[in-house]
């Protein structure tokens, strides 16, 4: 990951909507959730949840399938790593031990 592409990342996720609606996917992961029980989950429209998942997708957090006349959404979990990786990347002067604590929250359970 480069800076434009983390800098495309946190930018699309300094928004109140669309920071709540990666954490929602990442909490469905790997199943995802259709558009329509995003907006349901969130209280938001639907014209407005597809703006929102529209910027998140150009950033590469997210991406969507369609199956028949459901799209349904995913969190890009691969890209969130790299984003946390590279937030990360030169933590605590090379100390393993300092990082320690960071990683054992960054597992996943």
């Known amino acids: ?52 998942l529209a910027i998140l997708s150009r950033a590469g957090l997210v991406h969507s399938e369609r199956f028949s006349r459901v799209i349904r959404y995913r969190a890009d979990v691969s890209r969130l790593r790299e984003l946390m990786l590279y937030l990360a990347k030169d933590c605590c002067a090379g100390n393993p031990d300092m990082c320690a604590p960071l990683v054992a929250e960054l597992t996943c359970c």
């Open 1 to 52: 990951m480069n800076i434009e592409t983390a800098l495309e990342a946190l930018a699309a996720l300094s928004q109140h909507t669309r920071l709540e609606t990666f954490r929602l996917l990442v909490r469905h992961e790997p199943g995802g959730l259709p558009a329509g029980e995003i907006a349901h989950a969130l209280d938001v429209p639907a014209n407005t949840l597809s703006s929102h």
